[in-house]
């Protein structure tokens, strides 16, 4: 890796690193540089008696939480299977059980990285300390090559529960005050989700629920989804509501994405409630089958922990990602126009952005809304000192 940025360097080539390559947005692919591709950096090294972990940033999260549950630790792992913790823990991270152990940059407690200049360095909280703030939220315009992250673990759940059940789109109306009530009354460590999408079953438009949630034992978890079990009874089910209980290392099947799609997307962190959102959105038609608007609290009613001294400095609380997900070429403009839409129905609720799923490209304003004004003057600040010649680049 070292030789690599410094041939670029030489050469007056930038250099764009690239993990797993989930980005909805493709911000690796940049035209006239170097792609440096680290998925092969996936190696994990367990410490249990330190209770930490070294992890390539090309490791898979399923992969990643299989090994370390096999010694009986758990980390908050991204949603999707595919997603490598590369430009996840980057980005800041907001994954499974992040309501009781925070983002998941907050658990990162040293990063391994080559700079522009081709030295290679640990930072972390008492070296390299402003590279350590940077890194743990500066998303894809970040001005080095992570190649290693240093996490805490934590203790493997015991129990994780899941509820799930779907409704007619049209019952929003029905459903907004119960669901906003219910996830007042949620346990901080409980994750809410309200997705609108396409009946897996009968393809109808529908919000399905899913609520989630960790524990010592099974009582504990499932008492902390008690709030969502007895929906209003004029809201009409389609099939049964379930509760499972599952190892968290299949947490992943509770969100899969399909592969192979065209995609744009965005996001936005919002003030209200998740019923307020509902009611916003749930009668914009999808544009095909597989496209979603997830509205999620990450930690019930509480705002989930962001790093003491990161670059993570905007949201943690209720977020709305929009997503659109299509086959053809043709259907291009119009899958972006709907996402545009979506975004447009919710920005009355808008208080900023996340920097990892927000489409940066569509307005000079997305940037801005992902950072606190003090977050982005910092980060600019430390990429004129760490890479003044502008080797990597920046963001989209």
Not at 8 to 14: I, T
Not at 58 to 79: C, M, N, T
Not at 263 to 274: G, I, M, N, R, T
Request: net charge negative; hydrophobic share 45%; aromatic share 10%.
């Amino acid at each position: 890796m070292v030789e690599a940025v410094r041939f670029a360097a030489a050469n007056d080539l930038k250099v764009s690193p690239r993990g797993g390559g989930h980005h909805y947005g493709g911000a690796a692919l940049r035209n006239g540089g170097v792609l440096l591709d680290l998925s092969a950096l996936d190696f994990v090294e367990i410490d249990g008696e330190a209770r930490k972990a070294k992890v390539g940033v090309g490791v898979r999260g399923d992969v990643l939480s299989q090994q370390l549950a096999a010694q009986g630790f758990a980390f908050p792992v991204g949603h999707c299977a595919d997603v490598s913790v590369s430009g996840y823990l980057l980005n800041g991270g907001f994954g499974w059980n992040s309501g009781e152990w925070g983002a998941a940059c907050t658990n990162v407690v040293a990063i391994e990285m080559v700079l522009a200049d081709g030295r290679a360095i640990l930072a972390d909280e008492s070296h390299y300390s402003d590279l350590f703030w940077a890194a743990r939220g500066g998303g894809p315009g970040f001005f080095a090559v992570v190649t290693t992250y240093h996490v805490a673990l934590h203790p493997l759940p015991a129990a994780t529960c899941a509820w799930r059940a779907a409704f007619p789109a049209d019952h929003a109306p029905l459903l907004a005050d119960w669901l906003s009530a219910a996830t007042d009354a949620a346990a901080p460590q409980t994750e809410v989700g309200c997705f609108l999408m396409s009946h897996w079953d009968s393809g109808e438009p529908a919000i399905v629920l899913r609520v989630s949630a960790c524990g010592n034992d099974e009582t504990e978890a499932r008492e902390r989804l008690s709030s969502f079990v007895s929906p209003p009874r004029r809201a009409t089910l389609i099939g049964e509501a379930d509760a499972v209980v599952l190892p968290f290392t299949e947490l992943f099947k509770l969100s899969p994405m399909p592969d192979g799609k065209r995609v744009a997307a965005d996001h936005l962190w919002a003030s209200a409630k998740l019923g307020e959102l509902l009611l916003a959105v749930y009668d914009i038609p999808l544009c095909s089958p597989h496209s979603t608007i997830d509205l999620v609290a990450y930690g019930g009613h509480s705002r989930v922990s962001l790093p003491n001294d990161g670059a993570l400095s905007v949201g943690g609380g209720t977020g709305a990602g929009i997503y659109a997900m299509w086959d053809n070429a043709a259907d291009d403009a119009d899958n972006r126009a709907w996402v545009r839409r979506v975004d447009q129905a919710l920005d009355a609720f808008r208080v900023g952005r996340y920097v990892g799923e927000a489409d940066l490209t569509a307005s000079p304003t997305r940037l801005v809304e992902c950072f606190t004004p003090e977050a982005l003057h910092r980060l600019e600040r430390l990429r004129r000192k760490y890479d003044p010649a502008g080797v990597f680049f920046t963001w989209p």
